[in-house]
């Protein structure tokens, strides 16, 4: 049997939120109770949305909260020729081609019509590489371990940009070759990415590369109803002892793992312990989102 690897790939935008921290925790749990590795990946492949020192506030971070990652740190950014070479693959054989139409132009429709699939519309102008979503895997299944069997033609989510047209690489191709260089097993992550998963499929089978098992898990959502992010700013997790354990617990309780109480004032180390060993994903409730409960 392959090796557990499993991941955690913050965009370092800014610094990691309880949102952030239920996601980390879910996967590092999987990994650890599997005794497989858990690697981190930083996804700043978009330099302008990723401000200076977030990735190492992420980094302290992680470390505060006792999610402890195996190995060197994977960063995106250095990563360019790997994401060229699999573009090409895909660009050779027709699967991805270039698009010269701007957002404003497709308006009136839902996902961009594929105008410039047999051909560049405007030529000379800069040019976003987008994928085929009509010839490749379709339709995707698979059975994600949270939410059950799942199925979608990826034709009908669009064919989604694979490079953009200002040079910089796209999440959909960074995301699937580098979980493929680094051999990543399984997926932990949150439920927001779970329609992105049909596109990162068809990418890896065009690709030939093997398919992780999927572990979406539901939306950490504010009091406001809104999802906990960094756009909407979300209070960054603290790194201070006192401040991390009771987070650490309400974490815990947020994936219904119905963590004891008096854990929650346990250091770090010990409320890990407690959770690799009696971590157990059937136990989370499978919705999409859930307010963050207030303990
Ligand atoms: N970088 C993505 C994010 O921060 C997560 C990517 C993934 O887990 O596939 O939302």
């Given at each position: ?5 499993g991941?955690?790939a913050?965009?370092?935008s800014g610094?990691l939120?309880f949102?952030?921290?239920v996601?980390?925790?879910?996967s ?34 992680l470390?505060?909260?006792g ?6 740190v994977?960063?995106?950014?250095a ?8 573009l ?15 957002r404003?132009?497709?308006r ?8 410039c699939?047999?051909g560049?519309r405007?030529s000379?102008?800069?040019?976003a590489?987008?994928?085929r ?11 994600d371990?949270?939410f059950?069997?799942q199925?979608?033609?990826p ?7 694979l ?7 796209a ?15 399984e ?5 927001d990415?779970l329609d992105?998963?049909?596109w ?9 590369h093997?398919?992780?098992?999927y572990?979406?898990l539901?939306l ?13 700013l ?6 201070e ?8 617990h ?27 060993d009696?971590?157990s994903?059937a136990r ?12």
């Amino acid at each position: 049997m392959n090796r557990y690897r499993g991941r955690f790939a913050p965009t370092p935008s800014g610094p990691l939120h309880f949102g952030s921290l239920v996601a980390a925790l879910a996967s590092y749990l999987d990994a650890r109770q599997a005794d497989g590795d858990w690697l981190l990946r930083i996804e700043d492949i978009d330099p302008p949305r990723c401000p200076p020192g977030a990735a190492d506030t992420i980094l302290r971070q992680l470390e505060a909260f006792g999610l402890h990652w195996d190995g060197p740190v994977h960063w995106q950014h250095a990563r360019d020729d790997a994401y060229r070479t699999a573009l090409d693959s895909l660009a050779a054989r027709g699967l991805a081609y270039p698009c010269s139409c701007s957002r404003k132009q497709w308006r009136g429709y839902p996902t961009y019509p594929g105008w410039c699939r047999d051909g560049v519309r405007a030529s000379g102008k800069p040019v976003a590489w987008r994928l085929r979503s009509d010839l490749g895997l379709r339709p995707v299944t698979w059975q994600d371990r949270l939410f059950g069997t799942q199925r979608f033609d990826p034709a009908e989510l669009g064919d989604v940009v694979l490079e953009r047209k200002d040079g910089l690489w796209a999440y959909q191709l960074a995301v699937v070759v580098d979980d493929a260089d680094q051999g990543i097993s399984e997926v932990v992550r949150g439920h927001d990415l779970l329609d992105n998963t049909p596109w990162q499929r068809q990418l890896q089978h065009a690709l030939g590369h093997p398919e992780p098992r999927y572990l979406h898990l539901p939306l950490i959502m504010d009091g406001g109803g809104q999802k906990l992010s960094k756009q909407n700013l979300a209070p960054p997790l603290p790194t201070e002892d006192a401040a991390v354990r009771p987070l650490l617990h309400a974490a815990l309780a947020a994936l219904d793992q119905a963590p004891p109480e008096a854990l929650s004032t346990a250091p770090v180390g010990e409320q890990l312990a407690w959770a690799i060993d009696a971590w157990s994903p059937a136990r989370i409730r499978p919705v999409a989102e859930r307010p963050r409960a207030t303990d």
